[in-house]
C-alpha cells in the first residue's frame, strides 16, 4: 500500500443532513457533529467533549456497535486472538497427552500408528499457530495505526444537540506540499496539496472543515515598556562560592516516577485557497484509516528561468535552479518536480530569494568541479615592517564532460573583515580569457562561465590580506 495516495473524498449530501464542521490546528482538532443514539464516539483517547458549551463526560466500553467500519476490523482482531489462543491450548493438552504414563504392555504398531498421527497433528497445530500469530500482530498493527485506543469511546449522557470533540496533537494532522511541472525550463506549473491525516480512532463526516497552519493553544505574554538605564561604571566585587557536601540518599519511589514522567513529557475535491495558512473543504468524509488523504489547493502558471549555478567553497556540484514569481505565497519548501510525465526529482527544495524563489531541481553530473588552494605568502612593509601582507588564493577548474554547451554562475568567495584593522583586497580574477564577474562588500563572487562541449577552464583567483604585525588573524 502506498504511503502517499489520492484518496476520493465523496459528497456527503443526505449523510451530512444535520451540520458539521472540523478546524484542525497544528497542536489539536475540533469536531462538531451529532453522534447517533447510542453515544458511540470512535476509539479516541484523551479526547474532551462539549455539549451546549459545557463539559460532557466521555466512557469507554468494551462493547461496540457493529455496522461501524472500525468495530468491525476490531471484532476480526479479536477473532484472531480468539482462534490463535485455542490452538496454543490444543498444543499444551497435546503436549499434556503425550507425557502421559505408557502402558506395560507395548503393541508396537499401535504406537507407531499414534506416534505418527500425533505428529502429523503437532505439526499442523505449530504451522496454524504460527500463521495466526502473524495475522494477529499485523491486525493489531493496522488497528493501531487508525485508532490511538481498542477501547470504544460513548458519551455517559445524551446531548440534545451536536457536541464538540476537542482532540489532542497527533490524532489529525496535515501537511502541505508542492507538485512542479517545469517542462522545458521557460514555464512551470505548480500544484498545491494537503496531505490529511485521521488517526483519531473516530471516522469524520464535515460539511465544512477548515485548517489552520497556526496553533489553537497559544499564550502571548503582554509586553511592557522598560527603560534603557546607563549607569556609572562600578566594577563588581569577586564572589566566592564554597559546595556544600551533597548527602548521597536513595530517593523515593513517588519522586523518581515524577521525575521520569517530566522528562518523558519534556520530550479529490479541491481545497479553498482562503489566504495564507488557512484552507477550507466542503463536504469532507475522512476515515480514520492513519493514510494521508492528498487533496488539490490550487494550481498557477509562471514564467520560469533555468540555469546552472555551483558554490564551489561549499559543494563541488553544479545545481540546476529554476527561478519564478510565485502568485501565491510559498509555505513549505518540500517540492516533487516533474517533466511531464517524467519524474525529475520527489525531493526537491527551493527558498525564497526575496521576491524571487529559487528551486533546486537537480544536480549535474556533466560538470566537474575541481578546487585547490594557491600557497600562501607573506611580506611585511610600512616603518620597520609593521604591516603584514598575505597573498591567498585557490583555483578552480571546471570542466563539461557533455557534448552540449555548459552556461552557469559559479560563486565564490574572499574573506570579508569588519575591522579597520585587516583589510582584505581583491587581487585577481584570471584565466585563459576574460572572466565575466561581479565582486561585493561581503567578498561574494559570481562568475558567468561558459563552458563548450568537452572543454575545461582553470580560474585563479587572488587575494591580500592586511593587517598589522602584532595581530592574529584566521579565516
Not at 28 to 37: E, Q, V
Not at 88 to 94: D, T
Not at 115 to 139: D, M, P, V
Request: net charge positive; charged share 30%.
Amino acid at each position: 500500500m502506498q504511503f502517499h495516495r489520492t484518496f476520493l473524498l465523496f459528497t456527503l449530501g443526505g449523510s451530512l443532513a444535520l451540520a458539521s464542521s472540523l478546524a484542525v490546528y497544528q497542536d489539536s482538532a475540533r469536531y462538531t457533529f451529532s453522534p447517533g443514539n447510542d453515544g458511540f464516539i470512535g476509539f479516541a483517547r484523551n479526547a474532551t467533549a462539549k455539549c451546549k458549551g459545557s463539559t460532557v463526560a466521555l466512557e469507554p466500553r468494551i462493547d461496540c456497535p457493529e455496522d461501524a467500519r472500525l468495530c468491525k476490523e476490531l471484532s476480526s482482531l479479536k477473532e484472531t486472538e480468539k482462534a490463535h489462543k485455542a490452538v496454543q491450548a490444543n498444543i499444551a493438552v497435546l503436549k499434556t497427552f503425550v507425557s502421559l504414563p505408557q502402558p506395560t504392555s507395548l503393541d508396537a504398531q499401535s504406537w507407531i500408528e499414534a506416534a505418527r498421527r500425533i505428529g502429523k497433528e503437532q505439526a499442523e497445530l505449530t504451522a496454524k499457530e504460527s500463521l495466526l500469530e502473524r495475522k494477529f500482530l499485523l491486525e493489531t498493527k493496522s488497528f493501531g495505526k487508525q485508532a490511538p485506543t481498542q477501547q470504544a469511546l460513548y458519551l455517559h449522557t445524551t446531548c440534545p444537540e451536536e457536541i464538540t470533540l476537542e482532540l489532542p496533537y497527533g490524532q489529525l494532522s496535515f501537511s502541505t506540499y508542492y507538485k512542479a511541472d517545469i517542462g522545458e525550463g521557460k514555464e512551470i506549473g505548480v500544484t498545491q496539496y494537503l496531505a490529511l491525516t485521521n488517526r483519531s480512532g473516530i471516522d469524520m463526516k464535515a460539511q465544512k472543515a477548515t485548517f489552520y497552519y497556526r496553533q489553537a493553544h497559544r499564550y502571548i505574554s503582554p509586553v511592557h515598556f522598560s527603560p534603557w538605564i546607563v549607569r556609572k561604571y562600578e566594577p563588581e566585587m569577586k564572589r566566592y562560592y564554597v559546595k556544600k557536601a551533597v548527602q548521597r540518599v536513595q530517593a523515593d519511589e513517588p519522586m523518581v516516577q515524577m521525575a521520569a514522567a517530566a522528562v518523558k513529557n519534556a520530550s479529490a475535491p479541491a481545497a479553498q485557497y482562503l489566504s495564507a495558512r488557512e484552507y477550507q473543504i466542503n463536504d469532507l468524509l475522512l476515515p480514520s484509516t492513519g493514510e494521508p488523504v492528498n487533496v488539490k489547493v490550487t494550481a498557477w502558471k509562471a514564467p520560469m528561468k533555468c540555469m546552472l549555478r555551483a558554490y564551489p567553497y561549499r559543494n563541488r556540484t553544479a545545481f540546476r535552479v529554476c527561478s519564478f514569481k510565485p502568485k501565491t505565497q510559498i509555505e513549505n519548501n518540500r517540492w516533487k518536480i516533474s517533466n511531464g510525465e517524467r519524474i525529475v526529482n520527489d525531493r526537491a527544495v527551493g527558498e525564497y530569494d526575496e521576491e524571487v524563489y529559487r528551486l533546486y531541481t537537480a544536480t549535474d553530473p556533466d560538470v566537474k568541479i575541481v578546487r585547490k588552494p594557491l600557497v600562501k605568502k607573506e611580506r611585511t612593509t610600512g616603518i620597520f615592517g609593521s604591516t603584514v601582507r598575505k597573498k591567498d588564493g585557490y583555483t578552480l577548474l571546471l570542466t563539461n564532460k557533455s557534448d552540449k554547451i555548459k552556461e552557469m554562475i559559479v560563486t565564490e568567495r574572499i574573506p570579508a573583515s569588519t575591522t579597520e584593522e585587516i583589510k582584505v583586497k581583491l587581487l585577481a580574477v584570471k584565466s585563459d580569457g576574460k572572466v565575466d564577474y561581479d565582486v561585493s562588500k561581503e567578498g561574494k563572487i559570481e562568475m558567468h562561465i561558459a563552458l563548450k562541449a568537452h572543454e575545461s577552464k582553470k580560474i585563479e583567483i587572488l587575494f591580500e590580506i592586511s593587517y598589522d604585525k602584532d595581530v592574529k588573524i584566521k579565516y
